[in-house]
């Protein structure tokens, strides 16, 4: 029988093997959280310059700016109806790939198909709606074309709707692939047992489908508020400048040279995702998901 080991040695094997990523959080994503934690203390000459000491003047004054609220119900918005609109397409995509194709290979070969336009950049997946959305882009001349309007929709194009349509676009892959993971672990002797117990579709998927798939919700919907909430390009681009986002308002903070205040904003920000993750991740157990 081999003695056990002494907790010295399995501490020291433990931080072994976490050191190599211990060595990419600490100077890539510990220190950046710190550096613009202790900016947004400083005080600013208005010039570039900052003075080192500490002071909540920074604080005080994004907090009691009428347009902090403003950009914080915009980003909410954009945030709740990406996530709504994301949550309903990834499920049924999802779902139809887990429990309506009967071939395993099919449906995998399905779900990497869902990836291909996420192999090209953010930036051209943004810009291609353009085409499509403009006053003379092709929706509005198909819908012209069919009677169905008798002027073309400039709702489409550089506005809030816009920006939701490319955040989906963007993001639905992030809810698509947990809950693929999810949906697929679900034991399909279940389903049979529940159909041959009289169980309707509906039944089956809101006793059933749902709550084995919480994990997978709650990973993408972490994936898709995080993102949008910490995004402010797609906004500008797809709103025309017409609407902003607390990103953009702390990113136009950074280019007048006002870094306390844009260092304020982005630790409130955080906290805000962190409170909001936090919430999440009380609904499920992550840990478990991860580790199954």
């Not at 510990?30 to 202790?38: E, G, K, M, N």
């Not at 347009?67 to 499920?91: E, P």
């Not at 993971?181 to 389903?191: E, F, G, T, Y």
Request: net charge positive; charged share 10%.
């Amino acid at each position: 029988m081999q003695p056990s080991q002494t907790p010295s040695r399995v501490n020291f094997a433990g931080w072994l093997y976490v050191s190599p990523l211990v060595l990419v959080l600490v100077p890539f994503f510990v220190a950046p959280i710190l550096v613009v934690l202790a900016a947004s203390f400083f005080a600013t000459d208005g010039f570039g310059g900052l003075t080192p000491g500490f002071t909540l003047a920074s604080y005080v004054e994004v907090l009691h700016s009428a347009l902090t609220l403003k950009l914080y119900l915009a980003t909410i918005k954009f945030t709740v109806l990406t996530w709504i609109f994301t949550l309903i397409i990834g499920f049924f995509v999802a779902y139809f790939l887990v429990f309506h194709v009967r071939n395993q290979l099919l449906a995998i070969g399905l779900f990497l198909l869902c990836t291909v336009p996420f192999w090209t950049s953010n930036i051209i997946r943004m810009i291609s709606w353009i085409p499509l959305l403009g006053k003379e882009g092709l929706i509005n001349q198909v819908l012209l074309a069919m009677g169905v309007i008798r002027q073309p929709l400039e709702i489409l194009l550089f506005s809030d709707l816009a920006v939701v349509i490319a955040y989906v676009h963007q993001l639905t892959i992030f809810m698509i692939v947990p809950i693929f993971n999810s949906m697929a672990r679900i034991d399909k002797k279940l389903i049979e047992a529940a159909i041959d117990a009289g169980a309707s579709r509906l039944d089956i998927m809101r006793l059933i489908v749902v709550p084995m798939s919480k994990s997978g919700i709650a990973l993408g919907t972490i994936f898709v508020v995080s993102i949008v909430m910490g995004d402010f390009f797609v906004v500008k681009v797809m709103s025309g400048g017409g609407s902003a986002s607390v990103v953009s308002a702390f990113y136009e903070d950074v280019g007048v040279l006002q870094y306390p205040t844009a260092a304020a904003s982005a630790v409130l920000l955080t906290l805000v995702l962190v409170a909001i993750v936090s919430l999440i991740l009380r609904t499920v157990d992550i840990r478990q998901e991860i580790t199954r």
